[in-house]
């Protein structure tokens, strides 16, 4: 608050907006376009999973819950190069011409080692060289996608190289939007090549589940934020008056069909970003709805037969590395991300998933 009136921010997350060069009025229409439809998303889903696990309800920390009949089918390397390769190059040739090179050029360390470091990352060097990418690869599907998320950064750094040192490294509003949408290419493949209803419901369950993580939990995060430094601004907080405003921002989000009792009320203390990076969460919610937005847009030019105008727009899109802010990069489709139908278009995504769960089900 007083750092907020001496730099004349006009609010709280104006300052995190400014630090992301996003612009109030756009942070505002994710919001409000994500709000409006929990009913349709999560609140939906989670009464779904709750009838899959035999009852009406799930306790909180059954959310992620692995359902009865858990994936177990494995991948080769061989296998998962060939997927995420055949998916970019249905998509685009030139993509799929741009990952190769990692393959039959050993710019992947994939293999689980002992004393190896975790997670995944792809790293861009500097752009006279080429990217690397760690990963973990144990034959998962989520592996799978994990190799074509990366494989997306590390396309987007070769594409984005040429700008050079200063200006090829991404802007945080769209450092994930290749690695997502080429994680969606992938997705969509695996999807689509089996008609067992088990494994599409296994599949499309946990990318749902990831989606709600990502979007509608990061921003019943931020409105917990908003409105705990609005009543901050009137008097301090006792922790139970926190915690009243944690319950009513994640009962919204979650839905009936969650149960958060007592034992749900002090949570919000083991989120580090709140204390160290306030309002960093929307940014979650921020690049996987974009991603989702581009995603539809995409599907509309395929059945207009406008596909090539698309994959061409999208590569210029990666090519620009940062010399354009997103809502430069994405007048080329003609979308306007201050707008909540932006938003909600991403969001028609999830819902649609959603609805071929419900017809498995």
Same mark, same amino acid.
């Given at each position: 608050?007083?750092?907020?009136?001496?730099?004349?921010f006009?609010?709280?997350?104006?300052?995190?907006?400014?630090d992301?060069?996003?612009?109030?009025?756009?942070v505002d #229409?994710?919001?409000?376009?994500?709000?409006?439809?929990?009913?349709?998303?999560?609140?939906r889903y989670?009464?779904?999973k709750?009838?899959?696990?035999?009852?009406?309800?799930?306790?909180w920390?059954d959310?992620?819950?692995?359902l009865?009949?858990?994936d177990?089918?494995?991948?080769?390397?061989?296998?998962a190069?060939?997927?995420v390769?055949?998916?970019?190059?249905g998509f685009?040739p030139?993509? #799929?011409?741009?990952a !190769?090179?990692?393959?039959?050029?050993?710019?992947?360390?994939?293999?689980?080692? #002992?004393?190896? =470091?975790?997670?995944?990352?792809?790293?861009?060097v500097?752009? =006279?060289?080429?990217?690397?990418i760690?990963?973990?690869?144990s034959?998962?599907?989520?592996?799978?996608? @994990?190799?074509?998320?990366?494989?997306g950064?590390?396309?987007?750094q070769r594409?984005? +190289? $040429?700008?050079?040192?200063?200006?090829?490294?991404?802007?945080?509003?769209?450092?994930?939007t290749?690695?997502?949408?080429?994680?969606?290419? @992938?997705?969509?493949?695996?999807?689509d090549? @089996? $008609? $067992?209803?088990?494994?599409?419901q296994?599949?499309?369950?946990g990318?749902?589940?990831?989606?709600?993580?990502?979007?509608?939990?990061?921003?019943?995060?931020?409105?917990? !934020?908003?409105?705990?430094?609005?009543?901050r601004?009137? #008097?301090?907080?006792?922790?139970?008056?926190?915690?009243?405003?944690?319950?009513e921002?994640?009962?919204?989000?979650?839905g009936?069909?969650?149960?958060?009792?007592?034992?749900?009320?002090?949570?919000?203390?083991?989120?580090?970003?709140f204390?160290?990076?306030?309002?960093?969460?929307? +940014?979650?919610?921020f690049?996987?709805?974009?991603?989702?937005a581009?995603?539809?847009?995409?599907?509309s030019?395929q059945a207009?037969?406008?596909?090539?105008?698309?994959?061409?727009?999208?590569?210029?899109?990666?090519? +620009?590395?940062?010399?354009?802010?997103? $809502?430069?990069?994405?007048?080329?489709f003609?979308?306007?991300p201050?707008?909540?139908?932006?938003?909600?278009?991403?969001?028609?995504?999830? =819902?649609?998933?959603?609805?071929?769960?419900?017809?498995?089900s």
């Amino acid at each position: 608050e007083v750092e907020d009136r001496w730099r004349g921010f006009a609010r709280p997350v104006a300052s995190r907006n400014l630090d992301n060069d996003v612009d109030d009025q756009t942070v505002d #229409a994710l919001v409000a376009a994500v709000d409006d439809r929990n009913a349709d998303l999560s609140h939906r889903y989670y009464r779904l999973k709750a009838g899959w696990m035999g009852g009406d309800t799930l306790n909180w920390w059954d959310r992620n819950a692995p359902l009865p009949s858990d994936d177990d089918r494995k991948f080769s390397w061989d296998e998962a190069r060939q997927l995420v390769l055949a998916s970019f190059d249905g998509f685009d040739p030139q993509m #799929a011409a741009q990952a !190769e090179p990692f393959f039959t050029r050993n710019w992947i360390d994939a293999e689980p080692r #002992a004393g190896k =470091s975790s997670g995944a990352f792809s790293h861009p060097v500097t752009p =006279s060289a080429h990217p690397y990418i760690l990963m973990n690869f144990s034959g998962k599907s989520r592996d799978v996608m @994990t190799l074509a998320h990366e494989m997306g950064h590390g396309i987007h750094q070769r594409l984005a +190289a $040429d700008r050079g040192y200063l200006m090829s490294d991404t802007p945080l509003t769209l450092a994930e939007t290749a690695s997502v949408f080429a994680e969606m290419l @992938t997705f969509r493949r695996l999807v689509d090549s @089996t $008609d $067992d209803p088990a494994i599409r419901q296994r599949l499309l369950a946990g990318k749902v589940e990831d989606m709600l993580n990502t979007v509608v939990r990061q921003v019943a995060f931020h409105n917990f !934020e908003t409105r705990f430094h609005d009543a901050r601004r009137n #008097a301090e907080l006792t922790s139970d008056e926190i915690s009243d405003i944690w319950m009513e921002t994640q009962r919204a989000a979650l839905g009936p069909a969650i149960k958060t009792g007592d034992d749900y009320r002090p949570i919000w203390g083991y989120i580090p970003h709140f204390v160290h990076t306030p309002f960093y969460v929307y +940014a979650y919610a921020f690049g996987d709805c974009l991603v989702n937005a581009l995603w539809q847009t995409y599907q509309s030019a395929q059945a207009d037969g406008q596909a090539a105008d698309f994959v061409a727009s999208y590569r210029s899109l990666l090519q +620009a590395g940062g010399t354009e802010r997103y $809502d430069i990069a994405l007048q080329r489709f003609g979308l306007d991300p201050r707008d909540p139908a932006f938003w909600s278009m991403g969001l028609d995504m999830i =819902s649609g998933m959603i609805d071929e769960l419900e017809g498995l089900s």
